[in-house]
């Protein structure tokens, strides 16, 4: 299935488990492996991600292992399922 970038800018990401993540603010590229690297996740300060980061004010790279589904929403596997051991305080 291909889809075009801006086609998820901005749309709201949500834990499979129904908790608001953040809004996908742009896409990380892994150029050498021609592939998505992650998204960025705007709005962090709004969503489950806020503890797992010490300034909820900036932006995250959520790697995209964590994407289980993109539709109307985004899903992504919940912090407690996967530990978020890259967003470390």
């Keep these: 299935m291909a889809i075009r970038v801006s086609d998820i800018l901005?749309?709201?990401?949500?834990?499979?488990?129904?908790?608001?993540?953040?809004?996908v603010y742009d896409v990380m590229l892994d150029l050498n492996k021609g592939v998505i690297?992650?998204?960025i996740v705007s709005d962090v300060?709004?969503?489950c991600l806020k503890?797992?980061?010490?300034?909820p004010s900036k932006k995250v790279?959520?790697?995209f292992n964590l994407i289980t589904a993109i539709?109307?929403?985004?899903?992504v596997k919940p912090p407690a399922?996967?530990?978020?051991g890259f967003l470390k305080k």
């Design 71 to 75: 539709g109307n929403i985004i899903l």
């Design 10 to 23: 901005d749309k709201p990401i949500y834990t499979t488990t129904a908790v608001y993540v953040g809004k």
């Design 61 to 63: 790279v959520l790697p």
């Design 45 to 47: 300060q709004n969503g």
């Design 51 to 55: 503890d797992y980061v010490a300034d």
């Design 81 to 84: 399922e996967t530990g978020y």
């Design 37 to 39: 690297a992650g998204l």
